[in-house]
Structure formats: C-alpha cells, structure tokens
C-alpha cells in the first residue's frame, strides 16, 4: 500500500449520512464501568473514583478521536463491470484523508450490499456450528470473509488505494450502490460508520466448467446424429472420407495404404476448413418453479444457488466457453427469455453469451416470439439433461 | 524501520496482562501470584513471539476453565468473606489460563476485560500509593493494548481473508502474519494513545473531583478489606495471647504524629515542636482479662464511661469538665489561673496524619485527651471516654478516620488528686469508679494464678519492699470505706520492681511458642517460656499488679521514634505497634510502665539508617501526598476546592488563598506545600497544560514554517531547473554548431576538458551550465543558481562560441 500526498483535483463525494452503532465489546466495556460507578459510589473508595473516572474519559476520548478522524474521509470506487462465479474481483478504493492534523487508523470498508444486518439475518454463511457451542472443539470454524477492505493507517493530508477481494458464488448483477466505512477505533466502544453512495453494477458472469474437446465434439456429434446435416469437404486437417482417385488430384492426398488394399489408387478427403457451427438452445420450463423469496439465494451474491435451472445454466456456458476454444461459432438461444444470439466464434461473441446467461432471469422465464429453427446443430440444454459431472465440477 | 504488528500487539498486551497480575499481587500482598504470573506470561511472549507455535487445543483451554471455576466457587462457599480475594485470584488464573490461548481477536477481547476487572480488583483491596502507581502506569497501557488490538484485529481479519481467497483449508504451509507497522504509523499511534490517555486523565479529574462523596456509601453492602495476617500492627481492640506463630515486621505506614509541647510565653500559648524522643501514642486500653481464653479486652463498664460534649464554636470537642478550665484558642491572652493551670497540666498536642485509612475506631492520643480539633469536619460524632482515658467514633466514619486531627492532652487524669476538676465529676463516674474498686480480680483471688502471686512475692521479698495496705486510699479518692482490698502504700515502687523483673529476666521475641498449651498463656510465659513479645510483658506486669491489689490496664498504641524532618513529623509504621501497661499508682493517678526490655525492642522501634531506609521516607512521604490528595478526598475537600460553604456562601478556595498569601517565616516551607498538596497539584497541572500548549504550538508552528520553506524551495528548485535545462540545451546546440558537439556517451563535465584544448572560455562556461543544470536538476541544490544567472552564462558561451573574423567552424 502506498500513499501519496493529497491530489486537491480530486472530488471525491461527501458520506450520506453517518451512524453510530455500540458493537457487543462496547456494551460490556459500558457493563464494567456502569459497575465501576455503582461499586465506587457504594464504596467511596477514590481510587475507584479515579478509575471509574478514567473508563468515562476513555469513553470520551474515544469518541472525540474517532469522530474527528471520521470526518476527513472520503472514498471512491474503481470495480470491474463484470465478475465470474467464484472467481475473485478485485474492487479498488481511494481513501482520501482531508484532515489536517489527524490520521486515519483502522479503518474497514465494506459494501453495504454484501453486509448481513439485522433485517436480513439469512445472509450470514450457512456453516455448521460445533455442538456445545464449540466449547469442546479442538479449533472454532472460522467464519468465511465478507469482502471487505482494511485500511491500517493513512497520514493527514493524503490518499491511498486499497483493494477487496470479491468472490462471487452466484451469477447475475451485483449492485454496489453504497460504500461503508466504519471503524472502532481508537478504544472499540463504539462503531462509528459513515455511508457513502457510489453506485456501480457488477455483473456476475456463471461459472465455466472445462469440458475436454473430446467430450464437446461427442456432445455435439450426439447432438447432430439425426437432424443436422456433416461437415462439408474442404482443405482442412480433419479426416472426411476416401474416394477413388481422379486425374488431377494431388498425388499428396493418395492414401497408400487404402489403395494398396484395395488394389486401385484411393484419395483420402478432409472436412472443410470453415469454423463448424453450434446453437446452444437453453430451454428452461415456461412455468420455472420461483425459488422461496425468504431463502439466502435471492438476495446474497455470496450464497451459491443449487438447483437444476442454475446447472443448466453453468452448462451454457461451459459448452459455449469450450465451442469458441474448439474453434467452433456458437450461438444462444433461450425462448423463455428471448435470447437469440447467432453463432460465431469471436470473444465479443462468447462474452454476449456470458453476460446473456448471467442476466437471465429464471424466475421470470415466460413465452417468448419463437425463434425459427437454426440451421447449425442445436445443443438442446434442460434442467433434466445436465450430466451429472458436468453439474458437479 | 518497521516491526511486526503481531509482535508490537503481543509485547503490549503481555505486559499490560503482566501488569495487572502485579498490581493484585502488591495489592493483595501475596507474591506468590507474581511468582505465577511474570513466568508464565515471560514464557508466553516467548512461545507465541514468531506466530508460528499451535496454541494449546481449545478443549483443554476450557476444561482448565471449568476446574478454576469449580474450584472458586467450592472456595467461596467455604470461606463467603474473602470474596474480593477469592474472585481476584480467580480473575489470576483465568488470565494465565487465557495467555496460553491462541491469541485470536475473539480470545483477546476478554482477556482485556479480565485485565481491566483485575486492576478493580486490586483497588478495592488496597489503596495504597504503590498500588496507585500502579493503576496510573497500567492505563495508558491498556489504551496502547486497545488501540493496537483494534489495528490487529483489522490486519487479522484482513489476513485471513487473504488466506481463504489463495490458500485452501488444507493446506498446511501459510504465510505468516505480514502486515508491520511503519516508523510513521508508530509515531502517529504513540501520539493518538497519548493524546487519549491524557484526555481520559483529565477527565478522570474532573470526575474525580465531582463524584459525590458520603451519599450512597454502603448502600449495596461493604466487600472485606484486606487483613494484615501475622504481621506486627495495631490490627485488633484486644490482645490474644497463648497463639504459636512467627510475626514478621511490616513497615508499612500508619500515620505521621507531630508533636508539640504547649509553653507560656508573654502570657500566651506557644507550641514548640518536640523532634527527639520516644513517645507511647495509646489508642485502647484493656481492663479484663478472660483465663478462659487469656484474652485482655475492653469491659463495657469502662467502654460505657464515655462523655462528650461537642464544642462547635470553637471548632473542636472536648469533655466537659475541661473545657471551661483553660481555653487552647492559639494567642489569646491568658488570665493567671489559667496561665498556672496550662503549667501544671503539662498539656501537649499531638497532630495525627493518617497515612491510610484506618480500619478502626479509636483515635490515638499521648496522655489525657482534653479536646480534638479536626481539620475538615466541623462535627465529629466523637466520645471521649474520660474512665480509661481513650477517645473514639461512636458511629462509623470512615470519612472521619482518614482526617487530620489535633488532640490536646494533659498529662494528669482529671480523677488524679492534684486536678482541680476531679471535683466536677459526674456521679456515674463516681459510681462506676466505685465498682471498679471492688469488681472481682482474678490475679488475686483466682486459684489457677496461684504462681502469679508467689512471682510477685518472690520479687518483692528480694527488694526486701512490704505490702503494706493503703488506708486512705479510698478517702483520698472521695469514695465512702469499701469492703475491698486496698492498694499498697508504695505502689509506684512496686511496679517499678515488678517492671525490673520482667526486663531482666524474660527475653523479648517475636517467635510465639507455648510451653503448655494447658496452662494459662501468661502463666506459661511467667513460668515456663519466658519469651514473648510486648503483650506478653504486659500481660504478665499487669497480671503481677493486680496480684498485688494494684489497679493496672494493658495499654495498646504505637511508639513514635522515627521523626522525619522533612515532614516534621514523627513516621508511625506497623511495626512500631507496642503494648504497656498503665497502673494506679495513687488514687486517679495512672502512670504508665513499659515492662518490654528496652535493648530488645528499641532495635525494633529505632529508625533504619540505611540509604534504603531514606529511599523508603521519600516513598513514605509520596505515600502521605497521595493519601492526603487523592484517598481522602471528600465532601469538605469538594466545598473547599471551590470555595462553597455550608451556608451556601462562595469562599476565597484554600488553594487560591495558599496561592496568593504571603508565606509564613515561623511555618516550615515544606509542611505548607504539603499541607496545600491540591494547590500544589493544580500548579503542577497548569504548569504541564501550558508547557503542552506551548510545546504543540511551538512545533505546529514550526512545521508550518518548515512547510512553508519547502514549497518555496520547491518552487525556486523547479524554477532553476527548468532554466537551467533550457540553459544546458541551447550550449549543447552551440556547440554543435561551433563543430563541438557532445557525443551522446560522453559525460558533459569530461567533454567540457576535451574541449579546453581548442576553446578553453567556452569550456569553462559549458562546465558551469552543466554544473548548474546537475544540481539543480539531480542534486536539488545550488538555489543561488538562478534563471538569470544561467542566462548570463548561456550568453557568454554564445559569445565564446561566436566565430572571429578569419576563422570559420569546421
């Protein structure tokens, strides 16, 4: 982490509003000393007097210094537009520092969006809790982090960027419309939080499984059996067939070893060179059965979601992901969404894929115009038909 | 430079942990937990130091909890009333216990607060200025322990968020902790603790100062204080003898005693100030002994004879038959009578300071106590007990007993026949005076001190001294012909022989044994042991007075030997507490007798002359600052400090009035400080407030100043810079053009000696713009370079370069 002087052309924007918050060390550290009052009053002991006196000062002092220090900052945000399921973003903050005299000290920056708070208690990570309230457990689990950002230190007058790991573990957009920075310090009695609105949207882009070649050209070949028609002949490296040999064809394409056994000289062909093409047909039931809106999944990008729509989904993207690195043009269609997307093999092409499928609202699949048929193979993908390893990578 | 946060938190908490066990040990005056508690958190720091030991399983951690608490809770029911001494132990293993846990915020927070309830602990078991120290060093070690543990619990969670995004949960080989703390972030964290525990101070003060004194005191029940074992001291209002124990001296101070012998100058009173000699300051006196127990206490006879009579207007209390005898108001002018009385009474003034508050009821005095001033209560509810001499609170005090007080004594008893009041006496003195005559006397009467008896005959048939009965003993002390036995004629002689005896022929010890543990304790000593401390000796003289009809009492107090001058007070330690005897050696008459072998116990009661013991009268007199300022601090001190009054009018404070008055020649420089300790605290306090103003504002505007010089330096330095770029450009081209061309590998200051040969001016010149253009440029110095000055000597290399008639350039 590196700091640097304050940029005075910088604007960064002023906090929202500002909240104070007595965390559970606060309230025991108010328990002792409203004792230390009690027993001190009760004892006129002064030396308890003094003490009790130095625990209200503490407080005092504490709320001076972090409130001072509180009101210096300011913050922006640098995020990427899109994510991928479990896989880490980076979100960078400036921190500027505009007070005069005072530092900054331990200062946590978080999202308000990926906080658990009162009113949304099922956000916490769903872990198993040791019996006996862990009390005889050899290690207590160690909650899983939120992402967040720590800023240990930062000089009067100056700006610093630090960066939050953002790992999500479910697709579709992930709105971050408000920073919050808070921080115990000095004394930790008392939380004192400062809210800033920037908003930005990551969109959260489903995983992508690997799928060997093998197993995408088996896929396929399934696929096409019945009702798509082979490659065509041409110049590439793929093996297409043998023929009897024609005046003027190259004497390199004459397989010797055909010829040989049939006794006449035999020409071996190739497919054709062109990108072969795929339609991925993603078909989800008119009808999806909606998720229980009480449940984590809705609302939390940190809670993965298990269930066949979303498997369908990762298998979207997986096929379409190992298409474009097969060198194949791939296309989406999804009728209950009305996704129809041509194929071809650009990255441009397999990112409209991804943010499509990372957009797509499964709960609100309805009927959509019904595209006409495409004449590539169709890879025909429902919640019923993922294959089990597929679903389980 | 730069150190590791981890081991930066972990030096502070440990010693912050370390301090709070010591402060209950020096509190509790038990060094066994310091024993426990400076290894184990030595051993601690050690283990845990490079963050890479396992720490122990946390289910032992727990066991080893549950067992501490098992064991306290199975401690306190035994033992309900060392209930502070109980917990805080507990609160002592709970934070060994907790040294040896992973130190994970979430274990760290509690150990804070035991920490924290650890120091409470220890003052509500002790008060004493060591003690204060302690708490006064342990709190801006716990700001920096919370402080710092807001920064590493930060780092911590920061850390561990790194490690679940790159590492598994399975892999074993982890990064340590990385985050460090930089020499700036050091210097800004030392100031934010200092600036907090300063301002906590402060309003610790204020609060101090506020805090309500003597309204709910009680109210929720009093916690034990702590007992002083067997060590020497005034600790109990009776004396138990026949126990085997070894009593070891404690020096801890009780009061500081000033005693002043009341003289007559220019008919007038004028105290003088006594600095040499050895003074028996008496608080109880003990007048029954229990064979049963061989216990001497106080009868409720005696205890009852109490007389009081406050005396508001003169601002103190005195019994009232001696009030109107001789007024003490200081430079009155006295009447002849009065002037014969002061003479014959022999009247001195004893100014006790208590140097901690005491655990019990009775003032101390020297004789008589005639009258008592105290210096922040106007009415003590006091009783004066005029039967055995002693005064003391009828109701608890506390308040009171921490109070500088004053009491006048004479040294004749008002029943002694030469006292002009003896005539005034109440009747139910009389009466009661009259029963004590003939209540039952054991040593006389009792078979089982039988051996008592033969002692005392033994001693005074070797002195060849008769007992000869005192017929006119009852006249003379006004009482009517009593069917008892009467004193001996020579009753003071006797004494004194019986005193002889005891200090020849007994040893003085402070190793307590029994001989038969069947037998009486004072007979075994008189028999059998012979060896004893100063109770013992009294014991047995009162025991062989009493043998011989002689009316005698068991006296308990202090010796005051020790005088400091800088205090100019005598020093009263635990160890000066004595025992003596105070025998009737004419009607109303008690004379004091010392039976203690004087070589043997004056070692014990003469001052230290050591350095060490000096060290320990400078440690005695903070101790008796700290006392006065800070542990008897109340309601009057409150009003005083800001000038209220009773009746609700506003007062010059005492501290301004010490401030602003004219020092007094005839009073010593130091006792005033002393006495004006809030004063000289205050001047202390505005003293160090300024100087921090001062300081903060001097080097504010000393960086300001700093900064100030740097921009204008940087903007000269840019400045310079680029003329001297431009400078150094243009010369590069002149030379080119004068056929002088700077190869691009060659340093500008070496082409400028290639050059000298063929044009030594335009060299020299070329060397000094590259010289200017260097510094500036890189060196960031030689600001007297500036853009004219460049200029100029661009301008005569031009010239220097300029081609001559005749001569052209290649």
Redesign the interface.
């Known amino acids: 982490m590196r700091t640097a002087p304050l940029n005075t052309d910088a604007n960064p924007p002023r906090p929202r509003r500002r909240i104070y918050r007595i965390p559970r060390a606060g309230w025991t550290y108010i328990l002792v000393v409203a004792l230390l009052g009690i027993g001190s009053v009760n004892s006129q002991n002064n030396l308890l007097f003094f003490i009790f006196g130095l625990a209200l000062g503490a407080i005092l002092a504490s709320g001076v210094i972090s409130g001072s220090m509180m009101m210096g900052i300011r913050i922006t945000r640098s995020a990427p537009q899109s994510a991928r399921v479990n896989e880490p973003a980076h979100i960078r903050y400036t921190v500027y520092n505009l007070n005069t005299i005072i530092p900054l000290f331990a200062i946590r920056i978080e999202e308000a969006t990926l906080i658990p708070d009162k009113a949304n208690k099922h956000l916490k990570p769903n872990e198993p809790q040791p019996p006996f309230f862990g009390l005889f457990a050899s290690k207590l689990p160690t909650p899983i982090p939120r992402p967040h950002a720590f800023l240990q230190h930062l000089a009067a007058r100056s700006h610093t960027d630090i960066s939050a790991t953002l790992r999500p573990a479910r697709r579709g957009p992930i709105t971050l419309n408000t920073i919050r920075v808070s921080t115990t310090f000095p004394l930790g009695i008392v939380e004192k939080t400062i809210i800033f609105d920037v908003p930005h949207t990551i969109t959260t882009e489903p995983p992508v499984q690997h799928i060997n070649t093998r197993e995408l050209r088996h896929t396929i070949e399934k696929a096409s059996h019945h009702d798509t028609p082979a490659n065509a002949r041409g110049l590439g490296l793929e093996f297409y067939g043998l023929r009897e040999y024609s005046p003027g064809d190259s004497p390199r394409f004459i397989s010797w070893t055909a010829s040989a056994r049939t006794g006449r000289l035999v020409t071996r062909e190739t497919e054709s060179d062109a990108n072969p093409a795929v339609t991925i047909s993603l078909e989800l039931p008119q009808t999806s059965p909606a998720l229980d809106p009480d449940t984590l999944a809705q609302h939390d990008p940190l809670t993965p979601i298990d269930s066949p729509e979303e498997h369908a989904i990762t298998h979207a993207a997986s096929l379409a992901a190992a298409a474009v690195r097969d060198h194949r043009r791939v296309g989406l269609t999804c009728n209950a969404a009305g996704i129809n997307i041509p194929p071809s093999s650009s990255a441009s092409s397999l990112r409209a894929i991804l943010h499509a499928l990372a957009t797509l609202d499964v709960n609100n699949a309805t009927t959509h115009h019904q595209h006409r048929q495409p004449l590539t193979p169709t890879l025909a993908i429902t919640p019923a038909n993922i294959p089990e390893p597929a679903a389980n990578a | 430079m730069t150190r590791n946060?981890y081991q930066r938190y972990l030096l502070v908490s440990c010693a912050t942990t370390l301090f709070g066990m010591i402060t209950f040990a020096v509190a509790r005056l038990n060094p066994a937990i310091a024993l426990v508690a400076v290894p184990a958190t030595i051993t601690s720091y050690l283990l845990f130091r490079n963050n890479t030991l396992s720490p122990i399983?946390?289910?032992i951690i727990?066991a080893l909890l549950i067992l501490a608490t098992l064991s306290t809770l199975r401690i306190v029911n035994a033992s309900p009333d060392e209930a502070i001494s109980i917990l805080g132990e507990f609160l002592v293993w709970l934070t060994v216990i907790k040294l040896f846990e992973s130190h994970t915020p979430?274990n760290q927070?509690p150990a804070l607060?035991l920490s924290?309830?650890l120091?409470?602990a220890s003052?509500?078991s002790a008060?004493t200025l060591d003690?204060?120290i302690l708490?006064i060093i342990y709190?801006p070690l716990a700001?920096a322990w919370?402080?710092l543990?807001?920064?590493y619990?930060?780092?911590h969670?920061?850390h561990?968020?790194?490690l679940?995004?790159t590492f598994s949960a399975h892999d074993t080989e982890r990064p340590p902790f990385p985050?460090t703390l930089?020499k700036?972030?050091t210097r800004?964290?030392r100031r934010?603790?200092a600036?907090?525990?300063t301002?906590?101070?402060?309003?610790?003060?204020?609060?101090?100062i506020l805090?309500?004194?003597?309204?709910?005191?009680?109210?929720?029940?009093?916690?034990n204080a702590r007992g002083t074992a067997s060590t020497t001291g005034l600790t109990n209002d009776s004396i138990q003898l026949g126990q085997q124990t070894n009593i070891q001296e404690s020096e801890e101070t009780v009061l500081a005693a000033r005693i002043q012998q009341l003289t007559i100058r220019d008919n007038r009173i004028e105290p003088v100030s006594l600095r040499a000699g050895s003074f028996l300051l008496r608080a109880i006196s003990l007048d029954r002994y229990d064979p049963r127990t061989g216990s001497w206490t106080r009868s409720p006879e005696a205890a009852s004879q109490a007389l009081i009579r406050p005396d508001t207007t003169r601002g103190g209390i005195a019994p009232a038959e001696t009030t109107a005898a001789y007024p003490l108001t200081r430079g009155s002018r006295l009447t002849a009578d009065q002037l014969r009385f002061i003479r014959q009474a022999g009247i001195l003034q004893l100014t006790i300071n208590p140097l901690r508050p005491a655990a019990r009821d009775e003032l101390v005095s020297l004789w008589f106590p005639a009258r008592v001033d105290f210096e922040n209560i106007r009415q003590p509810n006091l009783q004066t007990n005029i039967a055995d001499a002693t005064i003391e609170f009828a109701t608890d005090s506390?308040?009171a007993r921490q109070s500088v007080y004053t009491i006048t004594t004479l040294q004749n008893h008002p029943l002694g026949i030469n006292n002009p009041v003896t005539q005034q006496l109440p009747t139910r003195l009389h009466n009661w005076y009259q029963r004590s005559k003939t209540a039952t006397n054991p040593f006389a009467d009792d078979p089982r001190f039988q051996p008592v008896r033969d002692l005392a005959d033994r001693i005074l048939q070797t002195l060849n001294l008769p007992i000869e009965p005192d017929e006119t003993f009852h006249a003379r002390a006004g009482l009517p012909q009593l069917d008892a036995p009467l004193p001996p004629q020579n009753a003071e002689r006797i004494v004194n022989a019986f005193v002889s005896h005891l200090e020849r022929n007994f040893t003085y010890s402070l190793q307590l044994r029994t001989e038969d543990p069947d037998l009486d304790p004072t007979i075994d000593f008189i028999l059998n042991t012979r060896t004893g401390h100063c109770e013992y000796f009294a014991s047995a003289l009162a025991a062989l007075c009493r043998a011989v009809n002689i009316d005698a009492r068991v006296v308990l107090g202090y010796v005051a030997t020790e005088y400091d001058p800088v205090e100019n007070a005598f020093i009263v330690r635990e160890k000066h507490a004595h025992a003596w005897v105070e025998a009737e050696v004419q009607p109303g008459v008690w004379k004091t007798f010392d039976p203690s072998p004087l070589e043997q116990t004056e070692p014990i009661h003469r001052p230290d002359p050591s350095v060490f013991a000096a060290a320990l009268r400078w440690f005695d007199r903070l101790e008796s600052l700290w006392v006065r300022s800070?542990?008897?601090?109340d309601q009057e001190q409150q009003a005083r400090l800001f000038g209220l009054s009773r009746d609700g009018t506003i007062d010059t404070p005492d501290w301004l009035t010490a401030l602003t008055a004219p020092p007094d020649p005839d009073d010593n420089h130091l006792l005033t400080i002393a006495r004006s300790t809030i004063s000289v605290a205050i001047v202390f306090a505005a003293l160090a407030i300024t100087s921090a103003i001062a300081f903060i504002a001097a080097r504010r505007i000393a960086r300001f100043r700093r900064r100030q010089q740097r921009q204008r330096t940087s903007a000269i330095a840019a400045r310079n810079t680029d003329a001297a770029r431009r400078a150094y450009d243009d010369a590069l081209k002149a030379l080119a053009n004068a056929g002088l061309e700077k190869p691009a590998s060659l340093p500008p200051l070496t082409h400028a000696k290639r050059i000298a040969a063929s044009n030594p001016n335009a060299a020299r010149t070329f060397h000094d713009i590259a010289t200017a253009y260097y510094n500036t440029r890189f060196a960031d110095r030689d600001h007297d370079t500036t853009p004219a000055r460049i200029n100029e000597l661009a301008r005569t290399l031009r010239e220097h370069l300029a081609p001559t008639p005749g001569h052209t350039t290649a």
Do not use: E, K, Y
């Open positions: 946060l399983p946390r289910w727990n979430r927070a607060v924290i309830l120091i409470v003052v509500l008060v003690v204060g708490v709190a700001t919370a402080v543990f807001q920064l619990r930060g780092a969670d920061r561990n968020a790194r679940a995004h985050d930089t700036q972030q800004h964290a934010t603790i600036a907090g525990a301002a906590a101070a402060l309003c610790a003060t204020v609060i101090f805090m309500p004194r003597n309204v709910t005191q009680g109210a929720l029940g009093q916690l506390s308040r800070v542990i008897s601090f």
